[in-house]
C-alpha cells in the first residue's frame, strides 16, 4: 500500500514538473529582461547626453558605455542560465572571501591607485581599465552563502550560538567596510538580504529583534554623520535649505509632476540640463516620468513585477531548499533595488544612491543584475535537468 502510494505520488510530482518546465517561465524572463534593458538604455542615452557633452565628451558616451556593459552581462547570463545552480553552493565561500578582499582594499588608508576617490567616497577599483564596484559583488554573495549555510544549518536555527551568530558575524565583516566607502544604504541592504534568505529558510523571528537591538547603537552612529543627517532633516522636513541636502528630490519631484500623463517627449526633458544631478543614475526614475509620463511610470512598475513575481514563482517551484532560497533572495534584491530607487524619486524615503536595475547607468549593477537573472533561469530549467536524470537512471 505505501509502496503504491508512494508511485503514485512520484508520478504526479513528475507530471506537475513536465507542466511547469514547459519553458515559458525561462522565455518571460529573457523576454522581459530584455524589455526592460532596451528601454533603459533608450532612457539612458536622453538622460546622459548633456552631461557627457557639458565634459567634452560625445553625447553617446555613456550609451556605448552601458551597450558594452550589457554585453558582457549578456555573457554573464547566459553561463549562468546553463550552470547548474548547485556549483553556487560550493562557490559560497570563495566568492564571498574574493568580495571581502576587494571590499578591504577599498578602505585601506592611501590607496588611492586601484581605489580613487570619486565624488567623496571610494567604492570603485580600477583592474586591467575596468572599473568594478564590489558593492555590487557583495549583494549577491551574501545571497549566495547565506543560502547555502543555511541549508546546512537547518537543524540548528533553534540555538542563538551555532545557529544564528555565525551568520551575523559574516554579515557584520561584508557590511562594515561598505559603510566606510562610505554607502550605508548598500551596507544595509546587503544585512537585510541576509536576513529575508536566513527567514525564509526557518530562522527565529527573536533571534532577528536579538541583533537589530545589538546593533542599533551603531545604526544611530552612522545615521547621525554630516551628509547623512542632513539628507535625514530634508526629508522629514527639518531642513528648509532649497540648495541644500533636498535639492536632488526636489528637482525630481519637479520631473515627475511635469511629465503628466504621456510626458514631455523622447530627449525633451528639462531636468537633465543641470538641474538634476545623477539624472542618468541615482534619479533616472525621475528622467523616465519627466520623458516618458505616467504611462511610462506604469511601464517601468509593471515590468519589475513580472519579473519579480517569476523570480517568486521560481522559488516557490524549485525542487530543493538551496534552489528556493536562492531564487528568493534574488527576486528579493531586484524588488528591494528597484523599490528603494523609485521611492526616494517620489520623496517617500531618504536619497540612498542604489540604482534602477537595468536602467541606471552602472556596468557592475548591470553586470550582476543579468547574472541573477541567469541564475533564476538555472533554477528553473532544475526540475527538467532533474526529471531527464530520473528517466536516465531507469534505463
Not at 551628509?227 to 531642513?239: H, M, Q, V
Not at 532560497?325 to 523599490?339: E, F, N, R, T, V
Request: one cysteine or more; proline letters at 4%; aromatic letters at 12%.
Amino acid at each position: 500500500m505505501i509502496d503504491s502510494i508512494g508511485r503514485t505520488y512520484r508520478k504526479a510530482s513528475l507530471l506537475s514538473s513536465e507542466n511547469w518546465t514547459k519553458g515559458w517561465e525561462v522565455t518571460a524572463l529573457y523576454s522581459f529582461t530584455a524589455v526592460l534593458i532596451v528601454f533603459g538604455l533608450i532612457t539612458l542615452y536622453s538622460a546622459s547626453s548633456y552631461d557627457a557633452q557639458t565634459h567634452q565628451l560625445p553625447d553617446t558616451y555613456y550609451f556605448f558605455r552601458q551597450l558594452k556593459g550589457t554585453g558582457l552581462g549578456l555573457i554573464a547570463l547566459i553561463i549562468c542560465s546553463y550552470m547548474n545552480y548547485d556549483i553556487w553552493r560550493k562557490l559560497a565561500w570563495p566568492i564571498l572571501a574574493v568580495t571581502w578582499v576587494l571590499l578591504i582594499v577599498l578602505v585601506l588608508p592611501g590607496e588611492n591607485t586601484f581605489a580613487p576617490e570619486i565624488n567623496g567616497a571610494r567604492r570603485w577599483i580600477r583592474i586591467a581599465g575596468m572599473t568594478l564596484q564590489p558593492s555590487e559583488l557583495a549583494k549577491v554573495a551574501i545571497i549566495v552563502w547565506t543560502a547555502s549555510l543555511a541549508v546546512r544549518k537547518q537543524n540548528q536555527f533553534r540555538s542563538l550560538r551555532t545557529g544564528f551568530l555565525p551568520f551575523v558575524i559574516i554579515w557584520s565583516a561584508m557590511m562594515l567596510p561598505i559603510a566606510k566607502e562610505p554607502d550605508l544604504m548598500t551596507a544595509l541592504l546587503v544585512g537585510s538580504l541576509g536576513c529575508l534568505v536566513l527567514f525564509m529558510a526557518g530562522a527565529r523571528v527573536g533571534h532577528f529583534i536579538f541583533v537589530f537591538m545589538i546593533g542599533a547603537p551603531w545604526l544611530y552612529f552612522e545615521l547621525n554623520d554630516g551628509f547623512r543627517l542632513e539628507r535625514l532633516k530634508s526629508f522629514f522636513g527639518l531642513s528648509v535649505d532649497p540648495a541644500g541636502a533636498g535639492y536632488q528630490v526636489r528637482q525630481s519631484l519637479y520631473a515627475l509632476g511635469s511629465g503628466g500623463l504621456t510626458g514631455v517627449g523622447f530627449e525633451q526633458g528639462r531636468q537633465k540640463f543641470g538641474f538634476l544631478p545623477e539624472a542618468h543614475n541615482d534619479f533616472i526614475f525621475a528622467m523616465i516620468g519627466e520623458e516618458w509620463g505616467f504611462l511610462g511610470v506604469v511601464f517601468t512598475v509593471v515590468m519589475y513585477l513580472v519579473i519579480v513575481g517569476l523570480g517568486f514563482h521560481i522559488a516557490a517551484k524549485a525542487s530543493d531548499l538551496m534552489g528556493q532560497l536562492l531564487a528568493a533572495g534574488i527576486s528579493s534584491l531586484i524588488a528591494m533595488q528597484a523599490i528603494l530607487h523609485m521611492a526616494v524619486g517620489l520623496d517617500l524615503f531618504p536619497t540612498t544612491g542604489l540604482a534602477l536595475p537595468f536602467i541606471s547607468y552602472g556596468r557592475s549593477n548591470l553586470l550582476v543584475s543579468m547574472a541573477c537573472i541567469g541564475i533564476l533561469i538555472s533554477i528553473a530549467r532544475s526540475p527538467q535537468r532533474t526529471r531527464r536524470g530520473l528517466r536516465r537512471a531507469r534505463g
